[in-house]
């Protein structure tokens, strides 16, 4: 997405320029913008694959404690939703 950006920019910049920055300005902002676009995407997912299960490995390996349940607070939800 960024990367269309950086074209349009870019030669809109190109234009305005004349010259060989008709062709240049357009290639730089295609450039960037995909790098921009690839930088972006990899923040979004998670920075990679190898990070992201050492992560999970780390996370699965801690013991699950049980829930401690109050009992009036139970019979409360019950009556209110109608279950009881």
């Not at 730089?28 to 690839?38: H, K, P, Q, R, S």
């Not at 990679?48 to 349940?69: I, S």
């Not at 607070?73 to 209110?80: C, I, Y």
Request: charged content about 15%.
């Amino acid at each position: 997405m960024l990367c269309c950006v950086g074209l349009i920019g870019g030669m809109a910049v190109g234009q305005s320029l004349g010259g060989p920055w008709t062709y240049i300005a357009p290639a730089a902002g295609f450039g960037i913008g995909l790098v921009a676009d690839m930088k972006f995407m990899k923040g979004m997912h998670g920075g990679g694959g190898k990070h992201d299960m050492a992560g999970h490995a780390n996370k699965d390996a801690t013991p699950v404690r049980g829930v401690e349940v109050e009992e009036n607070k139970v019979q409360q939800q019950a009556l209110h939703l109608g279950k009881g």
